[in-house]
């Protein structure tokens, strides 16, 4: 049995469940992740791509950088994973999505609560009056200006970015009320979200982590299973029999 009794009588039972996502859930959909084997930061310098500084200091390599990744995530499609965290959000009567992904699967699979922590790649805003643009609104420039006359960057977070601050309150605070926390694919390193899990589990709530291999705070959840989330999620769902 894949599932433990405690955790299935936990999840069926739940009032209040919340889910962090990272790249991992992403992964059965071939958007590279950051960190495995084939990762992103194993090719490129995070420092030199996804940072405000890089930014500001070179903000044609930023754009090409983010281009880069959009045409990938525009190719691809949700996988069985995202569209289990849709089948479950419709049992648990006060749950949230949390998800570190910019790549848009899960409103695409139709999740409905999803607080986006590191934005959204298909999103874009004007440095200095924040005007959102979308995609199709951009002007046609290898580093898009405003009608202020700013410079216009992908609405995501970048390393050294705060974070929206509703966005992040909102997380906090499910993390806090939740019964059960569910972490799936991320390696857990990437602060403040990384720190969530562990909040949930200060507060009481029951932590499992879905990941491919262990993380840091594998020995720190309830139950840490391990393999590939767009398997486990949806035997999860149908071991969980909801009505
Ligand atoms: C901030 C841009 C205030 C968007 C990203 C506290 C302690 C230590 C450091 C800090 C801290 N507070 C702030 C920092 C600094 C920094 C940070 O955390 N650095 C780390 C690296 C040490 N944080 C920040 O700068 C944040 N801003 O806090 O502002 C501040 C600022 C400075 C100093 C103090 C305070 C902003 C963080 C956001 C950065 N933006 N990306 C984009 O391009 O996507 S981060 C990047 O990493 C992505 O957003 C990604 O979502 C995130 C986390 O990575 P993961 O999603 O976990 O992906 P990863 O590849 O690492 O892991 C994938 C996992 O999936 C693996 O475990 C793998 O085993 C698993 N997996 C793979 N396949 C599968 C699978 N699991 C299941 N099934 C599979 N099939
Ligand atoms: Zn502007």
Redesign the pocket.
């Known amino acids: 049995m894949l599932f433990s009794e405690r955790l299935l009588t936990n999840i069926k039972f739940a009032n209040s469940l919340a889910v962090l996502?990272?790249?991992?859930?992403s992964?059965?959909s071939r958007v590279?992740?950051?960190?495995?084997e084939n990762?992103?930061?194993k090719r490129y310098r995070?420092e030199d791509?996804?940072?405000a500084e890089a930014f500001l200091s070179n903000p044609q390599l930023v754009w090409d950088?983010?281009r880069y990744?959009r045409n990938i995530i525009s190719q691809v499609t949700p996988n069985p994973?995202h569209y289990a965290l849709v089948d479950l959000e419709t049992h648990i009567k006060d749950f949230t999505l949390i998800?570190?992904?910019?790549?848009n699967l899960h409103r695409i699979a139709g999740s409905e609560t999803i607080e986006e922590?590191?934005?959204n790649?298909m999103r874009n805003r004007c440095v200095d009056c924040n005007r959102r643009y979308n995609d199709n609104e951009l002007p046609h420039m290898d580093v898009p200006k405003c009608s202020c006359g700013g410079m216009i960057r992908?609405d995501?977070?970048?390393?050294?970015?705060?974070?929206p601050a509703d966005v992040l309150a909102r997380s906090i605070a499910a993390s806090r009320r939740c019964d059960v926390f569910i972490s799936?694919?991320?390696?857990?390193?990437?602060?403040?979200?990384?720190?969530l899990p562990i909040e949930a589990k200060n507060c009481g709530a029951y932590v499992v982590e879905?990941?491919?291999?262990k993380?840091v705070i594998s020995d720190r959840v309830d139950e840490s299973i391990i393999?590939?989330?767009?398997?486990?999620l949806p035997l999860l769902i149908n071991e969980l029999g909801f009505q």
């Open positions: 996502t990272g790249a991992g859930i992964a059965e590279p992740t950051f960190r495995g990762g992103l930061w995070p791509l996804a940072t950088w983010y990744r994973g998800t570190q992904n910019v790549d922590l590191h934005g790649i992908p995501v977070v970048l390393f050294g970015d705060l974070l799936i694919g991320t390696s857990a390193l990437v602060h403040p979200a990384a720190s879905i990941n491919f291999e993380t393999g590939q989330s767009g398997e486990i």
